[in-house]
Every structure is written in structure tokens, then in C-alpha cells.
């Protein structure tokens, strides 16, 4: 029976002996005498780095460059804002640009207005419309409020020419149509 376990101790060490050395196919022989050098080992994992050495004296300014591109760099830090100047006095341009401009969107929107309808025609500065409504006086002022317009009622030969002729363009040449005057305040008083 000691025999067996020492048989088992036996294959037990030269189990451990042999899975602690790493087995390569070039160095199958037995180990070199003592005092002689054998076969380099494997190498092992890489060591932790260093710490950084101290920083050395700065060297001598190197030779100017060359001159770069043609090209503007980014724009540099915004600077403080300067002292609030003296206000002018409004030009005579600058109210004559502004009543232009409101004279010119009126203008835009009565002939935005105009063009919606289905026969329009312009006189001086009105423009004259019809849009096929047959009704009756109290109904056409609320559908020229509505409009944002008022029922016509023209002031000088011009305005009755043109009146005349959006009657006759819109087929309302034998009929009679309502202008903006009555007599509804005051009975025969126009």
C-alpha cells in the first residue's frame, strides 16, 4: 500500500513539475548543468511607467518662419462696447422714407384687395370692383365693410368714366346700381 501512495505522490509531482514549466517544441532535454546558462525564458507582461523626470532649462528661440498664406484668421475677442455718441437730429430724408413706405403698403394692400375680386378697375387712386352681388342697399354696405372697402361714390368726371366702364366690362350697363349717398337722415336730402 505505500508503495501505491508513493507511486501517486510521484505522478502527482511530476504532474505539478510539468504544468509549472511551459513546454516548448525546441527545448524538450533535460535542464543545463549547474553554472551554465540555459535558454532564454519567455518574456513576461510589461512593467508599470515610470514617473515623469524633472523639466529641463528652455532652449534658445528658433529661427523666424516662413511667412504664412494670404488668409484672414478668426475673429478676435469681442472688445468692451464704446460710449453712447450724441443722437441726431431725424433728416427730412428719413420722414420722407417712412410716409413712402406706409403710402407704398397702402397701396399694396388696396390692390391686393382689388385683385381679389372678379372685375376690377382703377381710377386715380381708387379702385372700383364688382364682384356679381345683386342685393340690396343695406346688404352691399355690409358687404363693402366686410371688404374692407366702402360702396362707390365718385367725386369728379374721371371717377364716373371709370365707373362707367367697370359697369359696362361687368354686364351692368342696363341696370341700376347703388353709390354711396341716401337720403335717409333727412327725406329728399342727398
Known sequence: MAALYLGVLLLIQCGLLNAAEPQSSQNLNCPALAGVPGTPGHNGVPGRDGRDGKDGAIGPKGEKGEPGMDVQGPPGKAGPPGPQGVRGHPGSDTM????????????????????????????????????????SFDQGIKFCKAACGTIVLPKDDAEIQGLLRLSVASGLSGKKVFIGVTDRKREGQF
Open 96 to 135: 420722407s422714407l417712412k410716409s413712402e413706405i406706409q403710402q407704398l403698403t397702402a397701396k399694396m394692400t388696396m390692390m391686393e384687395k382689388a385683385s381679389g375680386f372678379n372685375t376690377f378697375r382703377r381710377v386715380g387712386q381708387k379702385y372700383y370692383t364688382y364682384d356679381g352681388l345683386l342685393d
